[in-house]
Structure formats: C-alpha cells, structure tokens
C-alpha cells in the first residue's frame, strides 16, 4: 500500500474518526484506524465496537492496499508533520508504515487489517433527510436532558420520532424534559406510520460534534437495530439501544392554571447570578415568585444571598416555586427568541416552557418541594 494527499484533508479525517475510539478497547485492534487506499480514495475507519466512523476522500493512491495504524498516535503525528503532501507507505516486510512529509519522516508499527472487525451495513429504502444544521441544533437543545445514570440505561439515549410530517428528538433524566420538532414531509414505508430509534447519547454528541453546520441534507437510516447516518464524506453507524422509551406524552399537562410571561434575557441573566450563590448553598435552589406582573428571582447560601425582580405578564393565579439551579439554568440557556413562555399549574408540579405560539419545542422541569 502506498498512497499520498494533503496533510490537511487526512488530518481532517483522522480528527473526525477518532472521536469513535474508545478509551479502554475490547480489542487491540480497535485502538487503531483502518485505512483501505483502493480508487484513488483513501477511507479511514474507527471502532469502540458499537459506535463506528468512516471518512473518505481523494488520494493519489500507486499501490492499492489496506493496514492498521495506532488511531491516536498517528493521528498525533499527522497533526505535528509540515503542512503539504504527506506519503503513506508500508515497508518490504510489511511491519511498519513509512510517514513522510518534506523533510520529515516517522514509521509506525502496524496491526493486522485482516483482524479488524466488519462494519455491518445498514438496508433501508427510506431514508429520512435532515438539513444538517437543522439536525445539529435539535440534538444541542435536548442533549443536556439526556440521562447520565446507566442504571436507568434506556434514558441514556435520545428518542428520535418521525411521521409523514414532523420529526421530535426528546430526552429527559427524571428531573427535566427537553423535546424539539421540525415540520417538513417525510417518506416513510407504507405499513409504517411512525419511525422510532433510541439512539445512545454518545453517539448523538458525537454526531452532534462532526455534523457540518450548513443547509445540506444528512441521511438517517434505521434497521434491525443499527442506525446509518451519512453526509459529506462521513459516515456514522452504531448500534441503537434496546427496549421501550418512556411515555413521555403522559408526563407533559394538557391544561395550565398560570402562564408567565417576560424578557428572556432578563430571566436569563438573573437566573445566571442567582445559581452562582445557590451552589454556594446546601440545597442549590433558586427560588422564583410570581405575584401581580413581578417576577423575584431569589437563592440564599451561608456566604450570601441574591434577590432580583423584573417585570412579568401573569396570566392565572400567583404562584412560588423553587428549582434545583442546575436543571432551570440548563432550560433557559436552550430557548430562544425574544420572550420566556412559562406553564404552572401548583408549587409542585412540573413547570413547562414553550413558545408563544407553534409547537418547536417543549421543556419540562420538575420543582423541588419547599413551599407549603
């Protein structure tokens, strides 16, 4: 095997498929990077086992072949060698890789391309297209609701739903909710009237990660629990996880007994400088007091306390709720637009955020009980 291309492009590739190596490997050979030259392509591959990545791009390949280097330290090396043309040969007896680039020259031992595992394909005649960037801002409005706690594994990963008009992608971790939509048409097949996939949080960060930020369509495909996404020269495949996603539509209210209405910003900021001293506290609780059109956003710690009002549209009776600081500062970061919509119904049933109008997004927190 011996091929060149720009320094650049493969670094570019090997930054992209890394991301999928996995700190403690099953495998030996899953600490590498496959790499196949053939058709004046050069295709590099990472594995943790579940979780794949797949990078192509043009070469100037004179010998066809394939090979496993060290994913990380090559990766490394590619990205310290001078800038241009960088040539990757094996040697006679097949041992090592030669790395060249000017002056520069490196070899790396390397590992059987025969021993790597097969990455299972993935059949489905119905795509489903997603604007990348689209796709990129839903999954950065719900990944931090995603679940940490393994021992309740199914919430670890993200709910993507998809009909013939809308797709919704919904995490929640038993604290707080986070849903968006878009509206577009969808094929689907025809006994079929919704698609659904868990897909694992790590692998719709890292996806969220590599996805270029632009109109371009990327295509998802689902099947016999795997999951295929594609675009650009990239490809990502992984195993989805096992089992039923909770109901979240039970857990959203119909109705609302109080909506709050004010400046996002304002909300915003406050809440900011009221977390800083409520993780100064025992509790970490921010405290917010609806009562005629005012808003007081208050947190108290041994070392201080804060206390703001602003003004606020009340619409339905007055109410005090309180907030772990984390989950409400987390929520509020993630809407947008000029205004902050927020549903009651008691002190101690979920509070939930949406848009004025339409149905882009829906967030759920879950107080904690300190009034009476």
Same mark, same amino acid.
Do not use: W
């Given at each position: 095997?011996?091929?060149?291309?720009?320094?650049?492009? @493969?670094? +570019?590739?090997?930054?992209? *498929?890394?991301? /999928?190596?996995?700190?403690?490997?099953?495998? &030996? =050979? #899953?600490? !590498?990077?496959?790499?196949?030259?053939?058709?004046?392509?050069?295709?590099?591959?990472?594995?943790?086992?579940?979780?794949?990545?797949?990078?192509?791009?043009?070469?100037?390949?004179?010998?066809?072949?394939?090979?496993?280097?060290?994913?990380?330290?090559?990766?490394?090396?590619?990205?310290?060698?001078?800038?241009?043309?960088?040539?990757?040969?094996?040697?006679?007896?097949?041992?090592?890789?030669?790395?060249?680039?000017?002056?520069?020259?490196?070899?790396?031992?390397?590992?059987?391309?025969?021993?790597?595992?097969?990455?299972?394909?993935?059949?489905?005649?119905?795509?489903?297209?997603?604007?990348?960037?689209? @796709?990129? +801002?839903?999954?950065?409005? *719900?990944?931090? /609701?995603?679940?940490?706690?393994?021992?309740? &594994? =199914? #919430?670890? !990963?993200?709910?993507?739903?998809?009909?013939?008009?809308?797709?919704?992608?919904?995490?929640?971790?038993?604290?707080?909710?986070?849903?968006?939509?878009?509206?577009?048409?969808?094929?689907?097949?025809?006994?079929?009237?919704?698609?659904?996939?868990?897909?694992?949080?790590?692998?719709?960060?890292?996806?969220?990660?590599?996805?270029?930020?632009?109109?371009?369509?990327?295509?998802?495909?689902?099947?016999?629990?795997?999951?295929?996404?594609?675009?650009?020269?990239?490809?990502?495949?992984?195993?989805?996880?096992?089992?039923?996603?909770?109901?979240?539509?039970?857990?959203?209210?119909?109705?609302?007994?109080?909506?709050?209405?004010?400046?996002?910003?304002? *909300?915003?900021? /406050?809440?900011?400088?009221?977390?800083?001293?409520?993780?100064?506290?025992?509790?970490?609780?921010?405290?917010?007091?609806?009562?005629?059109?005012?808003?007081?956003?208050?947190?108290?710690?041994?070392?201080?306390?804060?206390?703001?009002?602003?003004?606020?549209?009340?619409?339905?009776?007055?109410?005090?709720?309180?907030?772990?600081?984390?989950?409400?500062?987390?929520?509020?970061?993630?809407?947008?637009?000029?205004?902050?919509?927020?549903?009651?119904?008691?002190?101690?049933?979920?509070?939930?955020?949406?848009?004025?109008?339409?149905?882009?997004?829906?967030?759920?927190?879950?107080?904690?009980?300190?009034?009476?």
């Amino acid at each position: 095997m011996k091929f060149r291309m720009n320094n650049q492009d @493969l670094l +570019e590739g090997l930054n992209t *498929v890394t991301r /999928a190596l996995s700190a403690r490997p099953a495998k &030996q =050979i #899953l600490d !590498g990077v496959l790499i196949v030259a053939e058709d004046n392509r050069i295709n590099l591959t990472c594995s943790d086992g579940s979780l794949s990545i797949e990078y192509t791009n043009v070469a100037d390949v004179v010998e066809e072949g394939q090979t496993v280097l060290p994913g990380r330290l090559f990766s490394e090396l590619i990205r310290k060698m001078p800038g241009g043309e960088v040539e990757i040969s094996l040697t006679a007896n097949s041992r090592t890789a030669s790395v060249r680039c000017q002056r520069a020259k490196s070899n790396l031992a390397i590992m059987n391309a025969a021993e790597y595992p097969e990455i299972m394909g993935v059949k489905n005649r119905f795509p489903i297209k997603i604007p990348q960037k689209k @796709l990129k +801002e839903m999954i950065s409005h *719900v990944s931090f /609701a995603i679940a940490t706690d393994e021992n309740r &594994q =199914i #919430l670890t !990963g993200c709910l993507l739903e998809v009909s013939r008009s809308e797709a919704r992608l919904v995490a929640l971790d038993g604290f707080r909710l986070a849903m968006q939509k878009i509206f577009q048409p969808f094929e689907l097949p025809e006994d079929k009237e919704i698609v659904k996939a868990i897909i694992p949080g790590k692998v719709i960060n890292e996806l969220s990660r590599i996805l270029p930020d632009d109109e371009a369509f990327c295509s998802l495909i689902f099947d016999q629990g795997r999951m295929q996404c594609t675009f650009g020269n990239i490809r990502l495949s992984s195993v989805l996880l096992a089992g039923e996603y909770i109901d979240y539509r039970r857990i959203l209210p119909s109705e609302f007994k109080t909506r709050a209405k004010a400046k996002r910003s304002e *909300v915003s900021d /406050a809440i900011d400088r009221a977390s800083l001293m409520a993780r100064e506290g025992k509790n970490n609780l921010i405290k917010m007091s609806f009562h005629e059109n005012t808003l007081r956003v208050t947190s108290n710690a041994e070392l201080g306390d804060v206390e703001e009002e602003m003004e606020a549209d009340l619409i339905g009776d007055p109410i005090d709720i309180a907030f772990n600081s984390r989950y409400i500062v987390d929520v509020i970061r993630n809407v947008e637009g000029e205004e902050l919509y927020m549903n009651f119904n008691s002190s101690v049933s979920p509070c939930v955020v949406m848009p004025p109008s339409g149905e882009e997004y829906i967030y759920l927190i879950l107080p904690v009980r300190v009034f009476q």
